[in-house]
């Protein structure tokens, strides 16, 4: 089975500063990679996806991925922290049957 | 486009009653719908897989008779709680693709489920 790992738990940056989510997945062929975001109390909502093509994956809101088949990372990227940035967000792979597999989240706090 | 709705948002009620939620694709047809739970601070758990028209796959260790769920036609499925106790408090979210496959889900806002 198809897993996915978010190795923080939370993670706090300054607003203006850059931010990086790292995401971790174990599978045999090329997988299918998203990342969401979710506020408290609230459904998740996607950032950004990777099926195929080019590995560097510009998504909403100003975040990107990088896909990088050789350390099998999809870790999630920004260049400059927002205060509205503060949420739970989730790396998940698409499995077998279309199931999604979401890691353990990572928590973004952010402060001013 | 691709809003999926969830009602209600939020319901207490006491112990030994059954509780429906639903889940309705407001601007596409889902054959697929997804049950996920989600507990204080945790990930989603994939509860089961709701097929239009057949029966639900449940995930290893989800009762069955606990957790029904009811794909009734391509824009609604219902879960119910049957017997609700306590340890049945949590955050129940659906999803579902508007072009099936692998394609992203799109989530309902979830039901926070308080069981007294």
């Known amino acids: 089975a198809q897993s996915v790992t978010q190795p923080d738990i939370h993670i706090t940056v300054s607003e203006g500063a850059s931010l990086e989510l790292r995401c971790n997945y174990s599978?045999?062929?090329?997988?299918?990679l998203f990342w969401y975001v979710q506020s408290p109390g609230q459904g998740l909502q996607l950032l950004l996806k990777y099926f195929s093509g080019d590995t560097l994956v510009q998504g909403i809101k100003g975040f990107e991925a990088e896909f990088k088949r050789s350390q099998s990372s999809f870790n999630l990227r920004k260049p400059s922290v927002h205060w509205s940035d503060a949420a739970e967000y989730f790396c998940a792979v698409g499995e077998a049957g279309f199931k999604t597999i979401f890691g353990a989240g990572t928590r973004l706090f952010v402060k001013a | 486009g691709a809003v999926v709705s969830q009602h209600p948002s939020w319901v207490i009620c006491k112990s030994g009653t059954s509780v429906k939620i639903e889940c309705r694709s407001l601007d596409f047809q889902a054959t697929t719908m997804f049950w996920y739970r989600q507990f204080p601070k945790q990930s989603l758990m994939l509860m089961a897989t709701s097929n239009e028209g057949s029966k639900a796959t449940y995930e290893q260790g989800v009762e069955k008779d606990k957790f029904l769920i009811n794909h009734a036609s391509l824009t609604l499925s219902t879960l119910t709680v049957t017997s609700a106790h306590p340890e049945d408090s949590s955050f129940y979210i659906c999803?579902?693709?508007?072009?099936?496959?692998?394609?992203?889900?799109?989530f309902g806002d979830g039901t926070r489920l308080s069981i007294l």
């Open positions: 599978y045999g062929a090329t997988p299918y």
């Open positions: 999803s579902a693709s508007d072009r099936g496959g692998y394609q992203p889900q799109h």
